[in-house]
C-alpha cells in the first residue's frame, strides 16, 4: 500500500494489529494465487491495484464522500438495490465476509454449524477488521436463508444501524408484491438517511449506471465463451467481486478496458490456457473476497473456469433494470420485476435456477459443472441433489462440493477435482 493507512482505520475504531494480520494473509493470498498465474491480461493490472488498496485507497475515497455528506450503505446480498441506493445519492459497498476471522468469538454467538459465510461477517464486526462495515452510515441485512436471518437478529445488538429488509421466499403474485412493498419501505429509508428525495431522473440515471456496470461483466462473460478461453476464471471473479467495491463508473470503464484486450486475444486465437483445457462452469454459493480456494484448486488442476453461476457473477449481474419507465410508480415496478428475476436457493420452488445452469452450461461450452456449497448452507446444499440429477440426466458431468474457509480440505479437495477434470476430458 502506497500509503500509511493507520491513522484512517484507527479513526474508524479498527484493531489495527488484528487488521495488519488479516492484510498480510490476504497479501500473500493474493501474490500465491492470482499473481502467480501466467498469461494475464494487461488490464488486470488495474484490479491488481484496486486489491492492494482495497481497505486503503477505496476506503480514504468513502471517507471523503463522507466528508461531502454523501451517506455510505453496506450490504451482504444482491437483492440490495443499488439503483435506489445511487438515486438517493448514497454510495453501496458489498461487506467483507470471504473469510474465517475471530472464530472462537464468533462462536460464542453462533452455532458451530452456521456456514462460514454468516460467520465470517461476524467475524469482521468482532474483530473489527473490516473499514467498509466501520464506514457504513447503513449496513443492510436481508431475511434471506434461515442462518442470515436469524444471525442479524444478533448483529442487531453488536451495531447501532441495522436495516433489515424483508424478502419473499416464494415467486408468487403475493411474493412480489412484499418485494415491491419492501423496495419502497428503502427508498424512503434512504431518503431519511440521506436527507434527499429521489425523483425520477435520479432514478433513471441510477439505473443507467448500474445497468452499463452489469453490461461490462455480461460482455465479458461473453467473451468467455471462446476456446480457448481468453482469461482465466481467477481474474473474471475477481471482477466479478470487484463489482461490489469500487467506484461505478471506474469499474465499466476498467472491465471494458479488459474486453477490448480479449477481443483482439481472441482474433489472434490466443488462450490464457492451451486449447482443448478442459472448461468448467461453477455453479453455488457466492464467493466473497477473498474466497479464492476452489477457483485456485480447479485451475491449478488442469482446467479452466468459463463461468460462475453465482450472486458473484452471472445470477447476481445477469438481469438489467429495464429504464424507460416516465413515472417514479413505473421505475420502481421496473427496479422490482429485475430482483424478483434472482433465482436464489431460498426461493421455493426454484426450477429457474437449474434451468439456468443447464442454459449456462451449454453456452459456456462446458465440459462439465462443480456445484460449489459452503458447508451447513441448506438451500444450496439441499439444491445440489436435484441440480446434479438433472446435469446428469443431459450428459453433463456434475460434481458436488461442500466446502468452508478453511484450507484443511484443500488437498482432498484436489484430489478429487483432479479425478473429476480427467473423468470430463475423456
Ligand atoms: S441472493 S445467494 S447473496 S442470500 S451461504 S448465508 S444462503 S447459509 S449467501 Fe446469498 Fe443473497 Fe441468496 Fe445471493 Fe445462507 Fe447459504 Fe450461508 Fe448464503
Known amino acids: 500500500m502506497s500509503e500509511d493507512y493507520a491513522p484512517m482505520w484507527k479513526s474508524l475504531g479498527m484493531d489495527l494489529d488484528a487488521h495488519d494480520a488479516l492484510l498480510g494473509v490476504l497479501e500473500q493470498g493474493y501474490k500465491d494465487i492470482y499473481l502467480a498465474q501466467k498469461n494475464r491480461p494487461e488490464g488486470m493490472g488495474y484490479f491488481d491495484f484496486v486489491m492492494s488498496e482495497v481497505h486503503g485507497l477505496r476506503i480514504k475515497e468513502l471517507l471523503d464522500e463522507k466528508k461531502q455528506n454523501r451517506k455510505i450503505i453496506g450490504s451482504y446480498c444482491v437483492f440490495v438495490p443499488e439503483e435506489i441506493v445511487l438515486a438517493g ?3 453501496l459497498v458489498g461487506l467483507c465476509s470471504g473469510a474465517d476471522f475471530a472464530v472462537e468469538d464468533v462462536e460464542k454467538h453462533l452455532p458451530r454449524n452456521t456456514c462460514s459465510l454468516i460467520k465470517s461477517s461476524f467475524g469482521f464486526k468482532l474483530g473489527r477488521v473490516c473499514p467498509y462495515l466501520e464506514s457504513a452510515d447503513m449496513i443492510v441485512g436481508e431475511n434471506t436463508c434461515d442462518g442470515k436471518k436469524k444471525a442479524y437478529e444478533t448483529f442487531a445488538g453488536m451495531v447501532d444501524n441495522l436495516y433489515v429488509m424483508d424478502l419473499p421466499q416464494v415467486k408468487s403474485g403475493q411474493g412480489r408484491a412484499l418485494l415491491k412493498e419492501e423496495y419502497e419501505r428503502f427508498k424512503r429509508a434512504v431518503e431519511e438517511l440521506t436527507g434527499n428525495k429521489i425523483t425520477e431522473a435520479a432514478l433513471k440515471e441510477a439505473i443507467k449506471v448500474v445497468n452499463a456496470k452489469r453490461a461490462a461483466l455480461h460482455r465479458l462473460s461473453i467473451l468467455r465463451k471462446a476456446e480457448p478461453a481468453p482469461i482465466s476464471g481467477l481474474d473474471a471473479l475477481l471482477a466479478n467481486q470487484v463489482f ?5 463508473a471506474r469499474f465499466t470503464e476498467s472491465v471494458n478496458k479488459i474486453c477490448d484486450e480479449l477481443e483482439v486475444r481472441i482474433k489472434e486465437n490466443q488462450g490464457v490456457f492451451p486449447a482443448n483445457t478442459p472448461r468448467i ?7 466473497a473476497v ?6 485456485w484448486i480447479i485451475e491449478t488442476s488442469g482446467a479452466v473456469i468459463v463461468g460462475e453461476e453465482s450472486c458473484v457473477g452471472e445470477r447476481g449481474a445477469r438481469n438489467m433494470t429495464n429504464d424507460s419507465g416516465q413515472s417514479m410508480e413505473e421505475l420502481m415496478e ?3 420485476d429485475r430482483y424478483f428475476k434472482v433465482d436464489c436457493a431460498i426461493f421455493t420452488p426454484n426450477q429457474e435456477r437449474s434451468d439456468h445452469i443447464v442454459e449456462m452450461a451449454k453456452a459456456y461450452g462446458a465440459d462439465g459443472v462443480i456445484h460449489y456449497g459452503l458447508q451447513f448452507c441448506q438451500p444450496y446444499i439441499m439444491e445440489s441433489i436435484p441440480v446434479e440429477n438433472k446435469l446428469e440426466s443431459l450428459g453433463i ?3 458436488r462440493i461442500e466446502t468452508d474457509y478453511g484450507m484443511e480440505d484443500a488437498g482432498q479437495l484436489k484430489t478429487r ?3 473429476f477434470i480427467e473423468q470430463v476430458s475423456d
Not at 462452469?281 to 464467493?287: D, E, F, R, T, Y
Not at 477473498?290 to 477457483?295: E, I, R
Request: hydrophobic content about 40%; proline content about 17%; some cysteine.
Open 290 to 295: 477473498p474466497n479464492w480456494k476452489l477457483p
Open 397 to 399: 458431468p456434475c460434481m
Open 244 to 248: 461490489f467495491y469500487d467506484n461505478p
Open 89 to 91: 445519492g448514497a454510495t
Open 281 to 287: 462452469l461453477i455453479s453455488g454459493c457466492p464467493m
Open 334 to 336: 421496473a427496479v422490482t
Open 417 to 419: 477435482v483432479e479425478a
